[in-house]
């Protein structure tokens, strides 16, 4: 990135932009470069990052509610009648989600300081506990650790839950592969994470809280969830 690239995004922030200023000056403050320089390249990739609300959205969130009874009555797989129902009934009412007539919020007008901070600070806190196998390499560590969204998904408060609750896959595996066949068996085969064939007609990212809920999503949707998660 480039101071450029830091300027447009301040430009584009609006009213938020002190919020972006503070997570600087607070690492300028600190005499951390290289958090800094963290701090530089999300906000320098920030300026087009988006989610989206208003609209119906929230109309449709109530099949989330369907599939957490479902989960809790032990009804994990399979599109069943209630749940195709569902689906249909709120599309003849609701209309389908359409994205272009959702509100889009932009992450540099909207994001909060300390949630920048805290992002950073526990994806340091990952990076520096990484088994020998995986690369230490800032680059790297910038482009799939560092980021705080994958998608499109609302922001939400996340890292520090997870990377106490899943440490053990890391801790107990002794290669990537490991890694991945670890996380695969606890989230599909442990905590029960299926497909759901209606989601798909959900054409925006799911926010983890909503997966926890439903267990569910179409396949781009549990993609998301994974590498936000891993």
Not at 19 to 43: C, F, S, T
Not at 84 to 94: A, F, P
Not at 139 to 164: I, M, Q, T, W
Request: hydrophobic content about 35%; overall charge negative; glycine content about 6%.
């Amino acid at each position: 990135h480039s101071p450029s690239e830091v300027e447009r995004t301040m430009k584009s922030a609006g009213d938020n932009r002190a919020e972006l200023e503070k997570v600087l000056n607070h690492y300028r403050a600190a005499g951390d470069r290289q958090k800094l320089k963290a701090a530089e390249y999300l906000i320098a990739h920030m300026a087009d990052k988006h989610s989206f609300q208003g609209g119906n959205i929230e109309r449709y969130d109530i099949m989330f509610h369907l599939l957490d009874s479902l989960y809790r009555e032990g009804i994990y797989t399979g599109e069943t009648l209630v749940i195709t129902r569902t689906w249909d009934s709120l599309v003849r009412h609701y209309g389908p989600i359409n994205p272009d007539r959702l509100e889009i919020v932009y992450d540099c007008r909207h994001v909060r300081a300390d949630f920048l901070i805290n992002n950073i600070e526990s994806a340091f806190n990952a990076w520096r506990q990484l088994p020998y196998y995986i690369s230490y390499d800032f680059k790297h560590f910038c482009e799939y650790v560092l980021p705080y969204r994958a998608g499109n998904e609302p922001l939400e408060d996340y890292r520090e839950r997870y990377f106490s609750d899943i440490r053990h896959l890391v801790d107990t595996a002794t290669s990537v592969d490991g890694i991945i066949t670890g996380f695969f068996d606890e989230f599909k085969m442990n905590r029960n994470y299926w497909q759901s064939l209606s989601l798909w007609g959900y054409p925006i990212d799911i926010p983890i809280s909503k997966m926890e809920k439903g267990h569910r999503g179409s396949c781009r949707h549990q993609v998301n969830f994974a590498t936000l998660i891993m």
